[in-house]
């Protein structure tokens, strides 16, 4: 057997890909051919990438000499020059074919022109040979410039070095840390902890350092410390959390350092990271800095909303104010007491929280506020976080009409109040997703006579609770509607939970009403949320409310195919359901995940089609991760593109496929966004989407996959039953329902470094 090598391969072609093992054809750095064998789950190369293996030759009787690399041991780098080749293009005159010719005639060592080492003329000869005084003048503009961006490009000749290879990120860290970076990277390259992955960074700074100091004295120098620090606390904050445990940080770091835990490492973390400003005590527990200073400048606004800003609009006496609400009652819909209460009380208030479970009436109870307010000479701006419930907003509290103020989601909002800072009054042309007669429509404003309004809020997280609450002038009121135990937010922090456990701040619906109630819906939530178990009737084709499907390991998906078959059957589309799992994706055992059913509901789309001859577009264009689109599909936007106006979670569908284009069209909220091969990345799926994904939407029947995963527990089942609006089935096994009934709820786990106690104690 030959010793143990490391190439260094450019991908020709990929010739075979498994699960566990991938074959590709490929060029070594002398030019000859190679054929490489490589192993390990999530291996997928790409025509034109380059890769450091380490492995050994073998020679196979059929294939011949063969290179094997070792399961996990293939590196990707960049083709040298590529960022730089990224960085010319955006010179004026470059553009990419010229910035590809610089690139060979340079590679990294652009910079020797313009130090002396080469004239100028061999620059103006790689741009362009046959355009001489064209090519001279672009030359000009690079070396007129040169010393403007000198700095730029020895950052990304470094990150390049070092196989930082993404080149919008590249451009990022060039801009943050400015003309100085090479030698603040050189100094501490853990400064990289925000932006890259500790597997890639550690490696990286350890080889910067250890030049420097010998490897023996990084492994627990300052540097390493505090980047270790900074990466736990980010995996915290990613897994919602703003704060670790006094008694976890310890093993947490030591973990990335690759050492034993001990008292005196303890010690020294701690000492180090509070020295670097890494971490801010909690009492028993570390806050992470950044979100400490969100949490305390929200709780700072809160008291001092509490304690009674000045507001711009003067409340009549308490006669007065129920005889104007009154009115509103006799000119729309009666009142329950205990919604007329809660319009009192959430008008009242600087700073108050809504909340009811369903079929309480938050809706109702919603628009009387509005309208109370309003008849008071104030003025409304309702937000959510999803465009759905954006929508079922302004349709719940009337404002729909061209003339009205709807409700916007919150990213929307936010964003005509920048526009409004920047001096504008209106949105002045269509926005990309958003209402229709866009040009129009004053945009929204916040003034000491605002009420804002901002319905499904315990989806809104700490990060967009702060900006909110920023952009807010003194005197201006918030109203918080939503259900505590809805889940939690997707992003960091808990504020709406926290809020609303406070009787002083909360108006609690729990009167069920009648017409809402007949489903049973209601019924069952409540006995969720009252931590039982109930008892559920099977599931028959047609029932309404709540049923159980049985179904055993390894056919969920099959049943809740069968189920949605059942729906369409009764007239139903994929604008009447959804499909809800737990779990996205699972390669061992895919049943019942998000993928594996939209896969299935795909074909089935595709097929229902096949057998319709009514001229309906039958075309499929492959994206990625698996899916396949056709016109008819539901589909969901995976990122927040504030160019689009489209957000993580936005639903919408395909209307048409262009094969040979490689273009997918989407409609979403009535604006069409067309998708080419690269943006597809962003768009998925969604007869079936994740219960945080349904968050915000409602359908009339809902189909839940019920998996045995750690994220289904009482919450992720309330949350799916109440998205429904007549009837849900759960497809799984009464034990899983079980076992996930009595798991503690998400949001009762969570670590937050604040309470936001604005009792009058706390205040004081």
């Not at 949320?529 to 599931?539: E, S, T």
């Not at 569908?653 to 490689?662: C, F, L, T």
């Amino acid at each position: 057997m030959s010793a143990p090598v490391r190439l260094e391969v450019q991908v020709a072609s990929v010739v075979w890909a498994g699960e566990a093992t991938t074959v590709f054809s490929g060029t070594l750095r002398d030019g000859s051919a190679v054929r490489v064998v490589g192993r390990g789950e999530g291996f997928a190369p790409a025509n034109g990438e380059v890769y450091e293996v380490d492995g050994l030759w073998r020679n196979s009787e059929r294939y011949g000499r063969q290179f094997h690399g070792r399961e996990g041991a293939f590196v990707r780098k960049l083709p040298r020059g590529k960022l730089v080749g990224l960085w010319l293009q955006g010179i004026p005159g470059v553009g990419p074919e010229r910035a590809k010719r610089i690139v060979r005639a340079f590679g990294g060592r652009l910079h020797e022109v313009f130090d002396g080492r080469q004239p100028l003329e061999t620059l103006a000869e790689a741009i362009d040979p046959d355009r001489p005084a064209l090519a001279g003048r672009i030359a000009a503009v690079i070396a007129d410039r040169w010393q403007e961006v000198e700095g730029e490009y020895a950052t990304l000749r470094w990150l390049e070095d070092h196989g930082v290879e993404d080149a919008v990120l590249a451009r990022r860290l060039a801009g943050l840390l400015g003309p100085e970076a090479v030698p603040l990277l050189e100094r501490n390259p853990y400064v990289l902890a925000a932006v890259l992955p500790w597997h890639r960074l550690d490696p990286l700074a350890r080889q910067v350092l250890g030049t420097q100091r010998g490897a023996a004295n990084v492994t627990t120098c300052r540097e390493r410390l505090v980047g270790a620090i900074d990466v736990a606390m980010q995996d915290a904050v990613r897994g919602g959390d703003t704060a670790i445990r006094k008694d976890a940080l310890g093993g947490l770091v030591a973990k990335r350092l690759g050492v034993e835990g001990s008292p005196d490492l303890d010690e020294r973390i701690v000492r180090v990271g509070l020295a670097n400003k890494a971490l801010v005590d909690g009492g028993d527990r570390w806050r992470a800095p950044g979100c400490a200073v969100m949490e305390e400048g929200l709780r700072g606004r809160f008291a001092a909303m509490v304690l009674g800003e000045r507001c711009g609009i003067r409340l009549p006496g308490e006669a007065d104010l129920r005889r104007i609400l009154a009115i509103i009652e006799f000119r729309g819909r009666p009142l329950h007491p205990e919604q007329r209460e809660a319009v009192l009380r959430s008008v009242r208030r600087g700073l108050g929280c809504l909340t009811g479970g369903a079929g309480t009436g938050k809706t109702t109870t919603c628009r009387a506020v509005v309208d109370l307010w309003e008849s008071l000479g104030g003025h409304i701006q309702m937000a959510a976080l999803s465009g759905k419930a954006a929508l079922r907003l302004s349709e719940g509290t009337g404002r729909t009409g061209t003339e009205a103020r709807p409700a916007h989601t919150i990213h929307r909002l936010l964003l005509g109040l920048r526009k409004r800072a920047d001096g504008q009054t209106h949105w002045g042309s269509a926005q990309p997703g958003g209402e229709r007669h866009d040009a129009d429509r004053e945009l929204p404003e916040l003034t000491a006579r605002t009420l804002l309004v901002i319905d499904e809020a315990s989806m809104v997280d700490l990060g967009q609770m702060h900006q909110l609450v920023e952009a807010m002038p003194t005197g201006c009121r918030m109203l918080l509607v939503g259900d505590p135990f809805q889940l939690a937010p997707v992003g960091f922090g808990l504020v709406f939970h926290r809020l609303a456990a406070q009787e002083a701040l909360t108006s609690h619906l729990e009167t069920v009403h009648r017409q809402e109630d007949a489903t049973g819906i209601p019924q069952v939530s409540r006995q969720i949320r009252a931590r039982g178990v109930p008892d559920l009737p099977p599931y028959e084709p047609g029932r309404r409310g709540v049923s159980f499907l049985q179904a055993d390991a390894g056919t969920i998906s099959d049943e809740v195919r069968n189920v949605v078959r059942d729906l369409v059957e009764a007239g139903a589309d994929a604008r009447d359901m959804m499909v809800v799992s737990a779990v996205n994706r699972r390669a061992a055992s895919p049943d019942g995940t998000v993928q594996d059913m939209n896969r299935r509901l795909h074909e089935d789309h595709v097929s229902s089609l096949a057998l319709t001859d009514v001229g309906r577009e039958r075309a499929v264009l492959r994206g990625y991760f698996g899916n396949e689109f056709c016109a008819g599909d539901p589909v969901t936007f995976l990122r927040n593109d504030y160019g689009r106006g489209l957000r993580n979670g936005s639903l919408g569908r395909v209307v048409s496929v262009d094969v040979d284009g490689g273009v997918v069209t989407c409609e979403f909220e009535g604006e069409a966004h067309a998708f080419g091969d690269r943006d597809l990345i962003d768009v998925s799926l969604a007869y079936a989407v994740s219960c945080h994904r349904a968050q915000g939407s409602q359908a009339r029947a809902v189909v839940v996959s019920l998996l045995d995963a750690p994220n289904v527990e009482p919450t992720w089942v309330y949350t799916a039953l109440t998205r429904a609006e007549e009837s849900v089935v759960l497809v799984g096994s009464a034990e899983d329902l079980t076992k996930a009934l009595s798991r503690l709820p998400a949001h009762e786990l969570r670590l937050t470094g604040c309470a936001f106690d604005l009792s009058a104690t706390a205040i004081g």
